[in-house]
């Protein structure tokens, strides 16, 4: 632990930069099983609000295994370390005024709560993919169930590992009700709620 140490402040904050992007830093937290879409719904959102002239950026689970995170595999305490320094990027992010979208499974309540409490109230927007897991394995974009189920990969959410969903995520995709499940039309919903909530404005 490193003691000493000082927060140094600076003379232009998160007021200033959100008052130069028009928006609020806040983060978009796509959760779920693989397979459920959740890289392919930040990536929609992305050029959504990108048309709109709003500065976001996305932080893809198997992206980050590349570079920050190459160190972690998928035990138990790995998956809680890759969700916290996720959870720290984002909370710079956020600070830089961006709209930072993560999209990683996330599977254990503990550690997305974690995250949510580094942030003040609502500025950590949970989005669960409400896809169950048959349509997922159906999918299988990367073989990785096949892998899974023939005992080639261990510990695979879903298959032996958890995914413990939460009673208080802000949006659950698709919603019960309507038929919107393409990913153009899922990111629409989410920007309802940024505009309703006001994050898409400084
Ligand atoms: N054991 C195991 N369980 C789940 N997923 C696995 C595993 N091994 C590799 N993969 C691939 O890694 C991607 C998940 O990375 P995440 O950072 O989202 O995982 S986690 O949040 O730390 O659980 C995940 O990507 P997505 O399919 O995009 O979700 C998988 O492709
Ligand atoms: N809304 C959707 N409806 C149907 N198929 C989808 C949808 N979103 C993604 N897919 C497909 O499902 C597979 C997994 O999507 P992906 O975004 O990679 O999921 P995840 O990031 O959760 O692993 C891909 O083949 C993708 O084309």
């Known amino acids: 632990m490193a003691t000493n140490i000082v927060w140094h402040k600076s003379s232009v904050g998160k007021l200033h930069r959100q008052e130069l992007l028009q928006q609020k830093g806040c983060v978009i937290w796509f959760t779920g099983l693989s397979g459920s879409g959740k890289s392919t719904l930040a990536y929609a959102l992305c050029q959504a609000l990108y048309s709109r002239g709003k500065l976001?950026?996305?932080?893809?689970?198997?992206?980050v295994q590349h570079g920050l995170n190459r160190d972690l595999a998928f035990k138990v305490e790995d998956r809680a370390e890759n969700i916290r320094r996720?959870?720290?990027?984002?909370?710079?992010?956020?600070?830089?005024?961006?709209i930072y979208i993560a999209s990683v499974i996330s599977p254990y309540?503990?550690?997305?709560?974690?995250?949510?409490?580094?942030?003040?109230?609502?500025?950590?927007?949970?989005v669960f993919m409400d896809v169950p897991l048959q349509i997922c394995e159906a999918r299988d974009p990367k073989g990785l169930y096949n892998f899974a189920r023939a005992g080639?990969?261990?510990?695979?959410?879903?298959?032996?590992?958890?995914y413990e969903p939460s009673l208080n995520f802000e949006i659950v995709l698709p919603e019960k009700g309507n038929n919107i499940t393409s990913p153009y039309e899922m990111a629409?919903?989410?920007?309802?709620?940024?505009?309703?909530?006001?994050?898409?404005r400084a």
């Open 56 to 63: 976001t950026y996305v932080l893809d689970g198997d992206n």
């Open 109 to 126: 309540r503990k550690d997305r709560d974690a995250c949510c409490a580094l942030f003040p109230e609502g500025d950590l927007i949970k």
């Open 152 to 162: 080639k990969i261990k510990g695979f959410t879903g298959v032996d590992d958890p």
């Open 86 to 98: 996720i959870g720290e990027v984002a909370k710079l992010f956020a600070d830089a005024g961006i």
């Open 188 to 200: 629409e919903t989410v920007i309802s709620y940024l505009e309703e909530k006001g994050y898409l």
